[in-house]
C-alpha cells in the first residue's frame, strides 16, 4: 500500500515556473512508472508526464521542452518542473504511480492533486 502526497502548486503568472513534488510512502515491492497527470474543470484526467524507474521519460506534446520529469528513487520523490507556464495549464495535477505489491500485484496509486493556476 504506498500513499502519494503532491506539492508546489499555486498561483503564478504565465511565463513563470513551479516545481511540483510528489513523495510516495508506504509498503510495496517496488515502483516502477510514476507520473503526472492533470485534470481542468469540464476536461479528462490527461497524461503530462511519465518516467521509469530506469530514468526513461515521456512527455505530453503540449508540454514538451517545457516540462521536466525527475525522479529520487533513494526518496521516492518525483519531481515537476514547469516553467513558461501558460494559462492553459491550470489544472489541478495529480501524482502517479504504478506500483508492484509485495505479491507481485501491479496497482496504480493516485495522490490528491496539487492546484496549479496560471493567470494571464
Known amino acids: 500500500q504506498v500513499r502519494l502526497v503532491e506539492s508546489g502548486g499555486g498561483l503564478v503568472q504565465a511565463g513563470s515556473s513551479l516545481r511540483l513534488s510528489c513523495a510516495a510512502s508506504g509498503i510495496a515491492f517496488s515502483i516502477n512508472t510514476m507520473g503526472w497527470y492533470r485534470q481542468a474543470p469540464g476536461k479528462q484526467r490527461e497524461l503530462v508526464a511519465g518516467?521509469?524507474?530506469?530514468?526513461?521519460?515521456t512527455y505530453a506534446a503540449y508540454v514538451k521542452g517545457r516540462f521536466t520529469i525527475s525522479r529520487d528513487n533513494a526518496k521516492n520523490t518525483v519531481y515537476l518542473q514547469m516553467n513558461s507556464l501558460k494559462p492553459e495549464d491550470t489544472a489541478v495535477y495529480y501524482c502517479n504511480a504504478e506500483c508492484v505489491s509485495l505479491t507481485r500485484v501491479v496497482v496504480t496509486t493516485w495522490g490528491q492533486g496539487t492546484q496549479v493556476t496560471v493567470s494571464s
Open positions: 518516467i521509469t524507474s530506469g530514468g526513461t521519460t
